[in-house]
C-alpha cells in the first residue's frame, strides 16, 4: 500500500499558504511535516525539505496565519 498524501485542493492550499509565508512549496514533499511554532509574540512555520537523499529542517517566519480549516 502506498503512501497517501492529501487531496488536490488541500495541496494547492497547502502551497499557497507556503508561498504567502516566503518558504518554495517545490522543497517541501507532500507528506513532510509542516507546524507553527509559537514563541511568545513571534511564531515561525518548522517544515522538512529534502536536498537528494537528506531531510532538513528549516525554519521561516510566519507572516500569514494558516486558515482555521484546511480543504479535505
Known sequence: MGVLGPSDERRLAICEWL????????????????RVVRRGSD??????VFSGLVREE????LIVEPPERWPA
Do not use: H
Not at 43 to 48: A, H, L, M
Not at 58 to 61: I, Q
Open 58 to 61: 528549516r525554519e521561516a517566519p
Open 43 to 48: 511564531s515561525v512555520i518548522r517544515y522538512e
Open 19 to 34: 508561498t504567502a509565508n516566503g518558504i518554495d512549496p517545490k522543497t517541501v514533499p507532500s507528506y513532510g511535516i509542516i
